[in-house]
């Protein structure tokens, strides 16, 4: 049976897609294109992994379809071995699409086992895009932080910090949270200079400013549908939707280069049949 064929059976089937990109430092096939966005790198590497995964597993396709799609290349991926665990520093991004608490923590599980660590450094949390026109809030922030602190009480994350948050924010949520943010990134596409009232605030309460490029959603809907539906033919996409994207990088203390980086994306069908 022609792969495409299998793959269709394998996408029609299942329920949930759980995707790791593997390690994208080594991988030549991403090298070849300089993907000109991260939501650019996003989709081409959902796109890559899908194909090559479906290549990988038509020949071997049982009788049984599974209903959870668990895409992951075996030769790109290399879990961090205990011996060199003190020497590196794991960072995460967490992309919600949704505001369901539940997915942080089964994103976080899923990092620390697919790269073969007990704790994540650090984890930036990027909360979900709000329709248009409505502001961030500390209400909605509480929630995913109340979360994110039960993961440092259970130390499976060391380091909490935010995403794109103005000093106002920021000061509401140190004041409110248990657990202190230990960093707020900035999009410096947004404000080409770091706005003096939230460096003064940061510097006061050692809170890191890190600068990022990231749009406000990663990727947009059609835009992980449109990844799915270019990995094979005749792909049924329209009823899938992203619940998260985890970007991580590995990097060595030491001499500050990355080592891997790389994105897990959790994706479900949904039951609007």
Not at 81 to 95: A, C, G, I, Q
Not at 232 to 251: A, G, M, N, P
Request: charged letters at 25%; one cysteine or more.
């Amino acid at each position: 049976m022609e792969p495409h064929v299998n793959a269709k059976r394998l996408f029609n089937h299942a329920t949930t897609l759980k995707l790791h990109t593997g390690n994208l430092v080594n991988r030549s096939r991403l090298k070849k294109k300089c993907p000109s966005s991260p939501s650019e790198e996003l989709q081409d590497c959902i796109q890559g992994t899908l194909s090559e995964w479906f290549a990988a597993v038509s020949s071997s396709l049982d009788s049984e379809l599974p209903s959870t799609l668990d895409c992951t290349i075996p030769e790109n991926t290399e879990a961090i071995t205990p011996e060199e665990r003190e020497e590196l520093k794991v960072s995460v991004k967490l992309f919600l699409t949704e505001s369901d608490c539940s997915s942080i923590r089964s994103a976080v599980d899923m990092a620390c086992l697919s790269l073969g660590v007990s704790q994540l450094d650090s984890v930036i949390i990027a909360p979900p895009p709000l329709p248009e026109g409505e502001a961030q809030m500390l209400t909605h922030l509480q929630p995913l932080w109340e979360e994110l602190e039960s993961l440092v009480h259970s130390q499976k994350i060391a380091a909490i910090g935010t995403s794109d948050l103005d000093k106002t924010l920021l000061e509401q949520l140190y004041n409110w949270a248990q657990v202190k943010p230990s960093s707020n990134q900035v999009n410096l596409a947004s404000c080409c200079v770091m706005p003096p009232d939230l460096t003064a605030f940061a510097k006061e309460f050692d809170i890191q400013l890190l600068t990022h490029n990231d749009p406000k959603e990663l990727i947009s809907a059609g835009g992980f549908q449109e990844a799915v539906q270019g990995s094979s033919k005749d792909l049924q996409v329209d009823d899938w939707r992203l619940e998260w994207v985890l970007r991580y990088s590995i990097i060595v203390k030491s001499r500050g280069i990355i080592k891997a980086k790389g994105y897990i994306v959790h994706a479900k069908k949904g039951n609007n049949l």
